[in-house]
């Protein structure tokens, strides 16, 4: 059983930056793709960015693209994303998820960390 914890939310103004943080435990982090998602009020979730879990891939939702990055570090068992340029429909609650990578389904979760941009 893979444990998520994720850090680094907050209130920032338009244009600035945060860094999230996501810490794991109970598993192999290794072996796991990571994926950060968003979730705002009346909205679906969505993912927002992933990594493989040999670290070799990325992906990025289009609305992010050029302003956040996802990184991993495998020896603090910890996936990074951070966020730069934020525009307020940035806010959102964002979640930290896993994959075991013989899966593409997220079966692991965060309790989530609110991520709230003032214009």
């Known amino acids: 059983q893979v444990q998520l914890v994720e850090s680094g939310g907050g209130l920032v103004q338009a244009g600035g930056s945060l860094r999230l943080s996501c810490a794991a435990s109970?598993?192999?982090?290794?072996?796991?793709?990571m994926g950060w998602f968003r979730q705002a009020p009346g909205k679906e979730r969505e993912i927002v960015a992933a990594?493989?879990?040999?670290?070799?891939?990325?992906y990025f939702a289009d609305s992010v693209k050029g302003r956040f990055t996802i990184s991993r570090d495998n020896a603090k068992n910890t996936v990074y994303l951070q966020m730069n340029s934020l525009k307020p429909e940035d806010t959102a609650v964002y979640y930290c998820a896993a994959h075991h990578k013989s899966s593409a389904k997220y079966d692991y979760w965060g309790q989530g960390t609110q991520v709230t941009v003032s214009s």
């Open positions: 990594i493989a879990w040999s670290g070799s891939g990325t």
């Open positions: 109970g598993g192999t982090f290794s072996t796991y793709g």
